[in-house]
């Protein structure tokens, strides 16, 4: 059976959370992604082609569902048609996929059959307060790091009520209840659409995610990391990064550049930070990422002036922390320029990754004069997880 390790969701697909200006905007956003899916709904048929090897569900006008998404359908007597599924084509009403194997009956029964945006999976919200102003969540997957999540995304201290909106997002470890942990860095993230239009990502697998978030008066994307990167140390049990904004606040209208992550940005370590140094000592440690040229998307020209070619890096890039490798970033290609009409883009036929659909997203970073880079992200596998 097909394995979907890596998912991808937006708020371009059908009855994905609002992340509006409330207290608990991102929490809720985040539980829809992680664990939960969401826009759940009946199929009215699901039928098998086998000269394709494609199932096509029925679902109604207006289902929102998008190609290359990953779907989970339940309920058909069928086992065969019971799991998650890569998108490969959409109509007005119906949603197509492919099967590995032949189901036991090209028309699936079953008393009620259902349709969803199935969650990135193997998380699991380990403590929440009442309010869903705090909540805490935590990779299930034994090759995870013992550190968790805690989002805090109500009345804190550096929350703006105004036109400011960001979410506390913390690397705790020793977590016994919702109010009793060790923290071990602290970064922010921000949510809701304010001044801007609603537009947000999140790509990840069992291990890792990645958060971007249109906000702010320059109405840009930033992008935000938080998870175990692929480390090269031997028993390291403390390999979890987190990227925040670079200033910790933004505003409606006075807000530039600088306000958007440092992530994309080689070199820099601006708000991001590793558990723990190679070393495994307790306390927080800052990391840069690094790739070819001084940022992600900028190494040459858009297209290349010789070939007129789109280029990019297959190989991940390197984490470093204390002057030494750490590990690389899981997931993440580097593409080496920039061209805007890749924005939200899948593409499968990369030379040398036939098959391998990769994402590409544009997003700003600090000290970047205004310009958006192309990010990446394969949507295959990242690690085992």
């Given amino acids: 059976m097909a394995d979907f390790p890596v998912k991808w969701l937006s708020s371009d697909m059908g009855g994905s959370p609002e992340n509006g200006d409330q207290y608990g905007a991102l929490i809720e956003l985040l539980k829809a992604c992680l664990v939960t899916g969401f826009n759940t709904k009946p199929i009215a048929s699901l039928t098998y082609d086998s000269a394709t090897q494609q199932a096509t569900a029925s679902v109604g006008s207006g289902h929102g569902y998008l190609k290359w998404q990953v779907i989970a359908i339940s309920g058909a007597d069928q086992a065969g048609y019971n799991s998650e599924h ?22 699936a029964t079953g008393d009620l059959i259902e349709i969803k945006t199935a969650p990135v999976g193997g998380w699991e919200i380990a403590a929440e307060d009442a309010d ?111 990227a925040g904004l670079q200033d910790g606040t933004w505003s409606s209208t006075s807000d530039t550049y600088e306000t958007y992550s440092a992530l994309p940005y080689f070199g820099s370590s601006v708000e991001m930070s590793i558990a723990r140094a190679w070393h495994q000592l307790p306390g927080a440690v800052g990391w840069t990422l690094e790739g070819v040229g001084d940022r992600i998307g900028s190494l040459i020209s858009y297209p290349n002036p010789q070939d007129n070619g789109f280029y990019v890096a297959q190989g991940e890039m390197l984490v470093i922390e204390s002057g030494g490798v750490r590990g690389s970033m899981p997931g993440m290609l580097q593409p080496l320029h920039t061209g805007a009409g890749y924005d939200k883009a899948v593409i499968d036929n990369l030379p040398q990754m036939d098959g391998v659909p990769v994402m590409f997203r544009l997003a700003a970073s600090r000290g970047n004069a205004g310009k958006e880079t192309l990010m990446a992200w394969r949507l295959d596998r990242w690690q085992e997880v």
């Fill in 86 to 107: 890569r998108v490969t084509a959409i109509g007005s009403d119906w949603v197509r996929f492919a099967l590995d194997t032949a189901p036991a009956a090209n028309e």
């Fill in 132 to 242: 869903n102003h705090r909540a805490v969540f935590k990779r299930t997957s034994e090759r995870a790091t013992e550190v968790m999540l805690m989002v805090e995304n109500g009345t804190w201290g550096g929350h703006s009520s105004n036109s400011g909106r960001q979410a506390r997002v913390s690397l705790i470890e020793q977590m016994i209840d919702i109010d009793t942990y060790t923290v071990a860095a602290s970064r922010q993230w921000p949510y809701s659409a304010k001044e801007t239009t609603r537009d947000w990502a999140l790509l990840g697998d069992g291990l890792t995610m990645f958060y971007l978030n249109r906000y702010g008066g320059q109405g840009k994307h930033g992008v935000f990391v938080w998870g175990d990167i692929k480390t090269v140390r031997p028993g390291d049990a403390y390999h979890c990064v987190v």
